[in-house]
T-cell receptor, first 111, second 116 residues
Framework: GQNIDQPTEMTATEGAIVQINCTYQTSGFNGLFWYQQHAGEAPTFLSYNVLDGLEEKGRFSSFLSRSKGYSYLLLKELQMKDSASYLC????????????FGAGTRLAVHP | EAGVAQSPRYKIIEKRQSVAFWCNPI?????LYWYQQILGQGPKLLIQ????????DSQLPKDRFSAERLKGVDSTLKIQPAKLEDSAVYLC??????????????FGAGSRLTVL
């Protein structure tokens, strides 16, 4: 199987920090992506991790531990516009690369 | 750079009718994907093309869904006959297959299907 688990919903306050976790089955792992999806819109690419460690990109950072099958997306200095779904997606290899998405975490940022 | 184009944006049909969706990927992107996203869920991969060949269609309900990518560029996804549970957004995405940016998917705006 290629189960990807992430919390269904989270809430946070404007200006705060929030961490969205993602766990996955490690067999065939070839990289992990985070996408942002605003309601009624298409997903947009946020980050990509293939090696262990933290990748920082402005207010957003993504962490990966391949041995634990674990990643998180860290959002700092939250803004109202960060209210969206955050999709964890794992690239599985097996002759070709196949990107499988988790169900997404719906984040609500309130004043 | 032009994005991934999809049409129609919205379609309402009755069950047992047929529908077709069209996708034009980013120029030069060899890999094209069709995902189905049901409300409140993550995108589910239906079919993946590499140029004009299918590399994965394991989740495509082949008794009613079909897809093609003639000449390795545009693609169409067809549903015939539609069922109520096919109500979803159909997302087309494309990516490079090698080099920097490989496997980074760019999505189109999606085609929202409602089956009554």
């Amino acid at each position: 199987g290629q189960n990807i688990d992430q919390p269904t919903e989270m809430t946070a306050t404007e200006g705060a920090i929030v961490q969205i976790n993602c766990t996955y089955q490690t067999s065939g792992f070839n990289g992990l992506f985070w996408y942002q999806q605003h309601a009624g819109e298409a997903p947009t690419f946020l980050s990509y991790n293939v090696l262990d460690g933290l990748e920082e990109k402005g207010r957003f950072s993504s962490f990966l531990s391949r041995s634990k099958g674990y990643s998180y997306l860290l959002l700092k200095e939250l803004q109202m516009k960060d209210s969206a779904s955050y999709l964890c997606a794992v690239l599985f290899s097996g002759g070709y690369n196949k990107l499988i998405f988790g169900a997404g975490t719906r984040l609500a940022v309130h004043p | 750079e032009a994005g991934v184009a999809q049409s129609p944006r919205y379609k309402i049909i009755e069950k047992r009718q047929s529908v077709a969706f069209w996708c034009n990927p980013i120029s030069g992107h060899a890999t094209l994907y069709w995902y189905q996203q049901i409300l409140g869920q993550g995108p589910k991969l239906l079919i993946q093309f590499q140029n004009n060949g299918v590399v994965d269609d394991s989740q495509l309900p082949k008794d009613r869904f079909s897809a093609e990518r003639l000449k390795g560029v545009d693609s169409t996804l067809k549903i015939q006959p539609a069922k109520l549970e096919d109500s979803a957004v159909y997302l087309c995405a494309s990516s490079l297959s090698a080099g920097a940016g490989a496997n980074v998917l760019t999505f189109g705006a999606g085609s929202r299907l409602t089956v009554l």
